[in-house]
């Protein structure tokens, strides 16, 4: 259906321009530097902490205990202060902001967190957050305005959990399943703007909160509309309707003019290709190694982004400053791809496709059908593979097939967060990952050196320390890859110019839309005079 | 009209009434029955719905206990009877893919839905008795021919081409109208806003159901215009617009009727496309997310709607022709 809709709106778009010149309607926006018109590609399916809304943070309605300062590093939000890690990493206390109250008036206190923390971990609830919270034991409200939260595991990467967004405990008295709860439509949180309006599939209102904490927002009124097209966003911004959307980068660059401009943002939002460890030809270390001698990464930069992004070869991206190690790299060598596969025995037959022992040097890669990108990603992967003699075979498929068939075909990852270099590349790359679920080191690699590593980064809360495993860990994962990690890749957005000052570049997670871009910070901005 | 006539009627439509009903019910049951047997066998897994992108960092655990807490562990059949359970006591159950009550999302988008069709709908109405009438009247004249022609080429239109034609010409090209949405994208929900909005949908909903309505009465106008009285009348030395209007539109109007009944099935499938198109906040577009979502609540019920309107539009159809048709109450 996503395909046909976009086929729909499309070719309107196509119709319009070819059969007419188009008329701008009056823009709606740009005249009141108090009210701002945005266009999302997305529409969130729910509004609730619990169910992943704005799990990394920069949620409008919600305050995190933390939040993210743009630029790698968690700034106090609900916190007075940076919490107190225990020299083990296992016991994080935060003292609270004391004067803080929700959006319906109650106070917010350690028994708010409490609640919400406890029933992101509580099965009754069903938060599809637990598993990334499954190293906490307990929480505890030391007193009213201080929190203790004890781990199960030394886990320094603790902060980067503590962006959730905090509800009202009142809110949580129920001990039910999420699906219908009525914070998925209608949020109560501390945020920096209230919902004030939801018109499902079509646009939402978000009105500023007078008694925000850190200030009421100058733009009292942010309304935003749904528009899943995105030949069809830029159209309305073009007609000058919109402050402000998201595109692809390419169309970005296309639509704009003078009252625009086109900005686009460093992620930890990554693409690439899982080789399963235990396919006959995935599964080899000298075609594994060749694979990603034969990427051209640069050139799927180019081509695929418009430049707008970055070649990756392990998962920490150079925007993740301090942990990125500049030295792991594979670079692109097609000649030295062909030399390994030789030395491993794969000899080229007569269709152009290696074989050894009988086997083919073959293997098929997955993406999501309805995700045009990861199409162009495995189908540059499948060509750059055919060109040193190895075939890749290409499937479209859907996310429960996807789930079915991970263990064994390869598939086009994305995902990303920049807040932590731990869940970037913990629940991807460590053994102990393997089996524990869909999307947990789904090609099932193995490296002890990176093992070690990761659990060092994890178990110490000196960030000069961690900096240093995270450097041994892409090291000893480039020497023996098991994926083929491709790009980072750049969020585009286009925003009206000269009516507010507050913008301020972020290196963005794989979420992205009006809540991040631009706009992660615009309860700080302000009306230009 | 004699007393004994009129009650004979009264008699035959209660009876229609009351059989249709009784068949009304295993057809419902057995419709929802196999919305959830089909959404059983479709691809989609009802829990990646509900992680979403959640479900790249989840455990296997986890997944399983919330599938667990969830009930989606249960056999399709089980899930069927306490789907039906709840409907009987009140209970429309929770929607997957809209993440609220069943009833919550019913009451927020039918009336947008019953505003579209009922306009689409009227519109379609009064404007293919006015042009199927011009047609008999000038039977063979070039305005009956152009009628002709064009009523069979839009029969062959999709809804949402003519959409997309009347978007690029009366939104893109003139600016008359807005292009999607309830309202425009900065206002407040208002009559005036809400009225611009629907004239577009509306017009094109009436439109692409109109063709066949506008065939029809040209067609039974003009086999009206053969029958005794009609000929009698004329032969009387009436006025045309006397005899056209009085005598042989009312003949016409019964088999009209009907067929307005029969064609509810077009309206609604037409409903969905137009609502997509127009960003249409009613429950037809609905019927989309629901599917792709597995989400068994929501589409049961929506099914149900759809299948109820196509019976209740057949049955009023009929009802009707008992009522109107002068030879039912003649042999009455």
């Known amino acids: 259906m996503l395909n046909r809709r976009t086929l729909i709106t499309s070719s309107m778009a196509a119709l319009a321009v070819a059969g007419t010149s188009c008329a701008a309607p009056s823009g709606a926006g740009g005249g009141d530097p108090a009210s701002m018109l945005l266009a999302d590609g997305y529409e969130p399916s729910s509004l609730n902490p619990l169910l992943g809304y704005a799990r990394w943070g920069a949620a409008k309605f919600y305050d995190g205990l933390l939040a993210f300062d743009g630029n790698g590093r968690l700034r106090p939000a609900l916190a007075a202060e940076q919490p107190r890690p225990s020299d083990d990493a296992r016991t994080w206390t935060v003292r609270l902001r004391r004067g803080v109250k929700f959006h319906n008036g109650e106070p917010f206190g350690a028994r708010d967190v409490v609640a919400t923390y406890r029933a992101a971990v509580d099965p009754a609830y069903a938060a599809t957050i637990s598993s990334g919270l499954s190293m906490l034991d307990e929480v505890e409200a030391v007193d009213e305005h201080t929190v203790r939260f004890r781990l199960n595991i030394p886990y320094a990467a603790w902060p980067a959990r503590m962006v959730m967004g905090i509800l009202p405990e009142s809110a949580l008295a129920e001990a039910a399943p999420q699906e219908n709860s009525p914070l998925n439509t209608q949020p109560v949180g501390t945020g920096p703007y209230r919902l004030a309006e939801w018109r499902r599939g079509e646009r939402m209102v978000w009105r500023a909160n007078r008694d925000y904490w850190g200030g009421a927002p100058r733009i009292a009124e942010i309304t935003v509309v749904f528009a899943t097209d995105d030949n069809t966003r830029a159209q309305r911004v073009q007609a000058g309707e919109f402050d402000g959307t998201v595109l692809p980068p390419l169309l970005a660059e296309r639509v704009g003019g003078d009252a625009y401009r086109t900005v686009h943002h460093d992620t930890a939002d990554y693409r690439a290709i899982t080789l399963p460890a235990d396919h006959p030809v995935t599964g080899d270390p000298a075609v594994r190694m060749a694979l990603n001698l034969a990427a051209n990464r640069s050139e799927m930069v180019d081509s695929l982004l418009g430049g707008h992004g970055e070649p990756a070869y392990t998962p920490i991206p150079p925007s993740m400053e301090r942990f990125h190690e500049p030295e792991a790299r594979l670079e692109f060598d097609q000649r030295r791809a062909r030399e390994l596969l030789e030395e491993g025995g794969w000899r080229s037959g007569s269709d152009g496709v290696r074989t050894r022992n009988g086997t083919r040097a073959s293997f098929t890669v997955m993406y999501f059908a309805d995700d045009t990108l990861r199409k162009k990603f495995a189908q540059a992967f499948a060509s750059d593979a055919g060109k040193v003699g190895v075939r890749v075979e290409l499937a479209g498929v859907d996310r429960t097939e996807a789930a079915e068939r991970i263990g064994t075909d390869a598939i086009v990852l994305g995902g990303g967060t920049p807040l932590d270099p731990d869940p970037q590349t913990y629940p991807g790359l460590h053994s102990s990952m393997i089996g524990t679920g869909t999307y947990r080191n789904p090609a099932k690699y193995r490296n002890s050196r990176v093992d070690a590593a990761l659990d060092a980064g994890r178990s110490t809360v000196d960030p000069a320390e961690r900096a240093r495993h995270y450097k041994e860990a892409q090291r000893a994962y480039v020497e023996d890859p098991g994926l083929v990690y491709l790009a980072f890749i750049q969020h585009s957005y286009v925003v009206r110019t000269g009516v507010w000052n507050g913008y301020q570049s972020v290196v963005e997670p794989h979420t992205h839309g009006t809540t991040w871009g631009p706009w992660w910070n615009v309860e700080d901005w302000t009306p230009k005079e | ?332």
């Open chain 2, 1 to 332: 009209m004699s007393p004994p006539g009129r009650s004979g009627r009264a008699t035959a439509v209660a009876g229609l009434v009351a059989r249709r009903i009784a068949l009304a019910v295993p057809v419902l049951l057995f419709v929802s029955l196999a919305v959830f047997l089909l959404a059983a066998a479709s691809p989609f897994d009802p829990i990646h719905q509900y992680y979403g992108v959640q479900i790249f960092d989840a455990s296997a655990a986890d997944v399983a206990r919330v599938r667990e807490q969830l009930g989606l562990d249960r056999p399709v059949p089980l899930r069927f009877l306490d789907w039906l359970g709840g409907v009987l006591s009140g209970d429309l159950g929770v929607s997957r893919s809209m993440r609220r009550p069943v009833a919550g999302v019913l009451a927020e988008r039918l009336p947008w839905t019953l505003l579209l069709a009922g306009c689409g709908l009227a519109l379609a109405v009064v404007f293919s008795l006015f042009v199927g009438t011009l047609a008999a009247w000038r039977q063979g004249g070039w305005l009956d021919r152009l009628i002709t022609a064009v009523g069979h080429a839009l029969e062959g239109i999709p809804p949402f081409v003519v959409a997309l034609l009347a978007i690029a010409s009366f939104s893109l090209g003139l600016g008359w109208l807005p292009v999607a949405g309830l309202t425009d994208a900065g206002s407040a929900l208002g009559p005036a806003q809400v009225a611009e909005h629907l004239v577009l949908p509306a017009a094109v909903l009436g439109l692409s159901q109109s063709p066949w309505l506008v065939l029809h009465v040209r067609q039974s106008l003009l086999a009206a215009f053969t029958e005794d009285h009609v000929t009698g009348a004329r032969a009387r030395g009436l006025r045309e617009r006397v005899v056209v209007l009085r005598h042989a539109l009312p003949t016409a109007l019964l088999p009209f009727v009907t067929l307005i009944g029969a064609r509810v099935p077009e309206l609604v499938t037409g409903a969905v496309l137009v609502e997509e198109v127009f960003s249409w906040p009613g429950v037809a577009s609905a019927v989309v997310t629901a599917a792709r979502a597995a989400d068994y609540p929501l589409l049961a019920i929506l099914t149900l709607l759809a299948t109820a309107a196509v019976l209740l539009g057949s049955l009023l159809a009929d009802v009707a022709a008992v009522l109107l048709d002068p030879r039912v109450s003649a042999d009455g």
